[in-house]
């Protein structure tokens, strides 16, 4: 298994452009997050799925979207990027119930100019 | 909402023990988790807590006080390679996490 792969690794984005933060799960996790973490702080939850065709809000949604259309996929969507995105952007899954593990995706690096 | 509290940063000799001390304040708490977290790198779980008292996994082991709002994670045996940092999370409905800031563990020989 691979476990949760997140594209890209790093990107520079300029103010007003958008991009798509994809996550991936090969362990047919029902629950998805995404996560942000700015420097020497802990994560914030971002948005949340429980299955296909589910989402929700995290702590901090403001710019941003995602879409659950499969179990194994959850893409992170910024439109009008700000500086204040710039943070490193950690995809997890959890098999739900009564496993609360999450499991981490290696993170995307965001650089927002 | 939600707070989580945390000290910010520990040295300690190799061999030593550490204690990281955690107070929460959040609504839905199900329970406490601990993910370790090396630079760079994403979080790895290390240990959770649903019950009040004391859990074991080998070197460490964690504790809750849902009374006190309290839990604390303990490093025995420190090794070079627990060097980082180490963060609580409040687990709320649906698995969602609320981390606390973390707390860096520097270990020296």
């Known amino acids: 298994n691979a476990g949760v792969t997140q594209t890209p690794k790093f990107r520079i984005l300029k103010i007003g452009q958008s991009m798509t933060l994809q996550c991936t799960q090969d362990?047919?996790?029902?629950?998805m997050y995404w996560y942000r973490q700015d420097p020497g702080m802990g994560l914030k939850l971002i948005y949340y799925?429980?299955?296909?065709?589910?989402?929700d809000k995290g702590e901090v949604p403001n710019g941003y979207n995602v879409s659950r259309s499969t179990t194994e996929d959850f893409p992170l969507r910024l439109e009008l990027a700000a500086p204040s995105q710039t943070s490193v952007y950690f995809c997890?899954?959890?098999?739900?119930?009564?496993?609360?593990?999450?499991?981490f995706g290696p993170g995307t690096r965001l650089l927002v100019l | 909402g939600q707070s989580l509290e945390q000290p910010s940063e520990v040295t300690a000799v190799e061999g030593a023990i550490v204690q990281i001390n955690c107070t929460y304040q959040?609504?839905?708490?199900?329970?406490l988790s601990w993910y370790q977290q090396h630079d760079g790198g994403a979080p790895t779980f290390l240990s959770y807590?649903?019950?009040?008292g004391l859990e074991e996994t080998g070197r460490f082991s964690s504790f809750l006080s849902r009374s006190d709002s309290y839990g604390y994670l303990l490093l025995q045996e420190l090794q070079m390679k627990d060097s980082a940092s180490y963060f609580c999370?409040?687990?709320?409905?649906?698995?969602?996490?609320?981390f606390g800031k973390g707390n860096q563990v520097v270990v020296i020989p």
């Open positions: 959040t609504s839905g708490f199900y329970g």
């Open positions: 807590n649903a019950l009040d």
């Open positions: 799925s429980v299955g296909a065709g589910i989402t």
């Open positions: 999370a409040a687990v709320r409905g649906n698995n969602r996490l609320a």
């Open positions: 362990m047919n996790h029902n629950y």
């Open positions: 997890a899954s959890s098999p739900g119930g009564r496993e609360e593990t999450q499991y």
